[in-house]
């Protein structure tokens, strides 16, 4: 009898939505799901690129991926160079309907901030924050750091009262063994709101009718619909399931091309794909390593036909590189993108001059989770290399099992992408990659090199507030990488994403995020 | 009796703890979970530090007996990428993948036990023939290539059936069924199909070889020798007398389907435990994978206990060898 009830229910509730005129909500059908409805609970990006439709931060990108005021009208630097103001923007409220104050920034900051959460690497130079008035925040750093906005465009701002009333003022900390209220419900002030969640399954997001900002989308709300299997969503997006996918499978590009109700968005990413080298005393064979001579480094560029790789293993779609950064990102310069010329012959020869014995053998680490065909270029480059005498070991496995063996140095030559997010700036793998191993310096420096000329360049940028000044430091920084051929610049891969006939506009944006509040719909 | 049910149930008690052990020593080799939990701006101290907090750097003995004696307390920790309580995750996942093998199993009963009675009625017909091939494909075809197949035939080229998902579902308690609503029923068609497929081969199989020996026997003989119908003959009295191992082998399937429900559920995004403990090995999620093994050894041990209980209580040959009936089947 319960069951019938239920039954006529949901039969009532189901002509009663029919009845409602046709919505405009986009699918969304995602290659994963998104970890839990908390930002700040694992560091994942594609989480907080979802919740950032949910969530804002003081400051965002705009469609040019340049910095603009959010929940921030303005700032300045006060006086003693470390402290930054910050006038909150007025009448803002969260989805809950509380009002958007400077308690809430603080809360936040000392939430994200918090050494429970996996995301407080993101706001690297942060010291403490204070709330002036109800609408004005202080900032203060540990030093003059120029690059706070970048960090603040991805650290969402939460309701401290809703934060208080639930208990979750803190990140959910897994290793106490308690769950967060944040994981399962949401309160941002962001232009979409989250309206139910079923893990792997659907959740459910309906416009906000109360933003702040001037909505530039027609969306009346968006699911999100993770589809892990590729084969699965291109098959949803062919049959109008799914609307929209950020995951266009490269090897169906051309069946989808084909689709007449499918358009296929593709670009260029800003990930840059590198190669690195060992810098200890020896390879994991215990051999000398000869990769510390920049000749050698040289050498191995000289014998990769980039071209080849780009054409063949990439089909046309990725673009060369020569730079360690793309060209969208500050500091990047044309001349730090000049091409190593591919010539085999020359690169024996300079490898038998740097006294490399012939056959010489070593470990090439690649991931096959990782980068767009990053397997089939890996075996292309260790065929190159072996054809100017050298002997490389092809190792490909996943991510989690790679990055413990590179981060020991249990590896000798490996494959790296970055693509400076979520700073978008050359300071990012100036810092993280090519600085020397130090405090928070070179967490990615996994062949363990020093470069002091290069240090001073980096640790100059890192604290000098003037645009013009930073970036010429850092394109400096930018031509010693180069010169001494620390890293292999590869390509920037290519990324494509689809949208059935349903979306009249969805802005591709070479970091790879989806921003729906700029999308819309027939 | 009760020494046979003791010895039973301490036998699986020590495949359980034989199952986790394993798992730990495994998991080494996934990899290092905290690699996948904090973003790239980490550094190298918070890295650590958290290892440290979710004791990862204890030696894998310490960690499997803090994870047995957490476990006998039903504590399975909390998740690393989804941050919920394991238990509660599992128990969310479970009715979607129970309902997708219990359909899964009754249209291979459905389906298989009529092939199997007409393969082996009409054994050298045409129809019989291409039957028996046709089994054949379906016992080697990967069930994800079935899948494939199906979401091209179903969704993309008719569009009769969703590609994905599970529909809409209604909650009964902490039951959530798609039993009850006309898009879950439709959601589970073309999942319920590709899964059943190798199991509709094995019962069709099976029933087929019953059946022929069950047509040479004397009552069969006799009964056609009265004039009792052809269909009658056939279809209930020889096969009911071909049913008994049919059940017992479904029975044991299900525990089976249940572990390899994953490739259907990866393949249509199916809500169940398959696609969370595919998403923990990508996340080296090592609760959420403990817990998951822990649950289907669970079940295949039972299944097995019940049905070696179940053969005891029948042929009490069995009790007293009780060495035998340990080896049996654990």
């Known amino acids: 009898m319960k069951l019938r009830k239920i039954l006529l229910a949901s039969a009532a509730l189901a002509t009663l939505a029919g009845a409602a005129p046709a919505d405009s909500v986009l699918k969304w059908g995602a290659n994963r799901d998104i970890g839990s409805l908390d930002p700040y609970s694992y560091g994942d990006s594609f989480t907080i690129n979802v919740l950032n439709h949910v969530y804002e931060g003081l400051v965002r990108y705009n469609k040019d991926l340049k910095i603009e005021p959010a929940l921030a009208e303005s700032w300045e630097i006060l006086d003693d160079q470390v402290t930054w103001r910050f006038k909150l923007r007025e009448g803002v409220t969260f989805h809950n309907g509380n009002p958007f104050t400077a308690a809430d920034v603080v809360a936040s900051l000392a939430r994200v901030s918090d050494d429970a959460s996996p995301l407080k690497g993101n706001l690297p130079a942060y010291v403490s924050s204070e709330a002036v008035d109800d609408l004005t925040v202080d900032i203060k750093l540990n030093g003059t750091y120029p690059l706070l906005l970048n960090d603040l465009t991805n650290i969402h701002i939460f309701d401290e009262e809703w934060m208080t009333e639930h208990d979750a003022l803190k990140p959910t900390d897994i290793g106490a063994g308690v769950e967060g209220y944040a994981t399962y419900n949401a309160n941002g002030t962001g232009p979409f709101s989250v309206e139910s969640r079923q893990p792997d399954a659907k959740t459910v997001f309906v416009k906000n009718p109360e933003w702040w900002d001037t909505p530039q989308h027609n969306l009346d709300g968006f699911e999100l619909l993770p589809v892990t299997s590729a084969a699965t969503r291109v098959a949803a997006l062919l049959s109008g399931e799914i609307s929209f996918t950020n995951d266009a499978p490269v090897q169906d590009l051309p069946r989808l091309e084909a689709a007449p109700n499918v358009s296929v968005l593709e670009g260029v990413d800003l990930r840059t794909v590198m190669i690195g080298f060992p810098f200890r005393e020896t390879l994991t064979t215990s051999e000398a390593n000869p990769f510390t001579d920049v000749k050698v480094r040289e050498a191995l560029y000289k014998a990769i036909d980039l071209d080849l790789i780009h054409q063949k293993v990439m089909r046309g779609k990725s673009r060369i590189a020569g730079a360690t950064v793309a060209p969208p990102i500050p500091g990047y310069a044309p001349e730090l993108d000049e091409l190593p010329e591919f010539d085999p012959d020359a690169a024996r020869q300079m490898l038998s001059e740097a006294g490399v014995p012939e056959g010489l053998s070593f470990e090439f680490s690649c991931i096959s989770d990782g980068l767009v065909n990053e397997e089939q270029f890996c075996q292309a480059i260790a065929s190159m290399w072996s054809r100017v005498g050298l002997a490389p070991k092809l190792d490909v496995a996943p991510r989690a099992v790679q990055t413990p063996k590179r981060t020991s140095g249990n590896t000798d030559v490996y494959i790296l992408g970055w693509a400076t997010l979520p700073m978008l700036d050359a300071y990012s793998p100036l810092l993280q990659i090519f600085h020397t191993k130090e405090g928070n310096s070179g967490v990615f420096n996994w062949g363990g090199w020093s470069f002091p000329e290069l240090d001073k360049l980096i640790d100059a940028a890192g604290s000098e507030l003037d645009l013009e000044k930073r970036l010429a430091l850092e394109t400096e920084a930018l031509g010693i990488v180069k010169k001494e051929h620390i890293m292999l610049p590869l390509h920037q891969q290519p990324m494509a994403w689809a949208v059935t006939d349903e979306v009249s506009a969805m802005p591709l944006f070479p970091d790879n995020k989806p921003r729906l509040w700029f999308a819309t719909m027939k | ?330």
């Not at chain 2, 990508?282 to 206990?305: C, E, G, K, R, W």
Request: charged share 15%; aromatic share 10%; net charge positive.
């Open chain 2, 1 to 330: 009796m009760l020494a046979f049910l003791i010895k039973r149930t301490a036998n699986a008690i020590f495949v359980m703890l034989a199952v986790a052990f394993l798992a730990f020593v495994i998991f080494r080799f996934f990899g290092d979970p905290v690699e996948m939990m904090v973003n790239e701006q980490a550094t190298q101290s918070d890295r650590a530090e958290l290892r440290e907090r979710l004791g990862l750097n204890d030696g894998f003995i310490t960690q499997y007996v803090r994870f047995v004696v957490n476990a006998a307390q039903m504590d399975f920790g909390i998740s690393y990428r989804n941050q919920q309580d394991v238990t509660v995750l599992i128990k969310d996942r479970f009715p979607a993948t129970f309902e997708l093998v219990l359909v899964a199993t009754v249209i291979s009963l459905v389906v298989g036990i009529p092939l199997g009675v007409v393969t082996a009625v009409h054994r050298n017909s045409a129809l019989a023939n291409v039957l028996q091939t046709g089994s054949i494909v379906g016992i080697s075809l990967p069930s994800f290539v079935v899948g494939i197949m199906l979401i091209l035939l179903f969704s993309v080229t008719l569009g009769w059936l969703p590609a994905f998902g599970r529909g809409e579902t209604v909650d009964i308690g902490w039951w959530s069924t798609g039993l009850l609503t006309p898009s879950g029923r439709q959601a589970l068609i073309l999942p319920s199909i590709s899964l059943s497929i190798f199991q509709i081969t094995m019962v069709m199989r099976l029933v087929r070889a019953e059946m022929l020996e069950t047509l040479r026997t004397d009552y069969v003989k006799f009964a056609r020798a009265r004039g009792v119908p052809r269909g009658r003959v056939h279809w209930r009295h020889a096969l009911r007398n071909c049913l008994m191992p049919v059940i017992t082998l479904t029975g044991m399937q299900i525990g089976n389907l249940i572990a390899f429900a994953l490739v259907t559920e990866t393949v249509f995004q199916w809500p169940g435990m398959g696609m969370l403990f595919i998403q923990a090995v990508t996340f080296v999620d090592i609760p959420v994978m403990a817990a998951y093994l822990m649950l289907v050894s669970l079940i295949f041990v039972v299944l097995n206990t019940v049905v070696d209980i179940t053969y005891a209580w029948v042929d009490p040959r069995l009790r007293d060898d009780t060495a035998r009936a340990g080896g049996a089947h654990g």
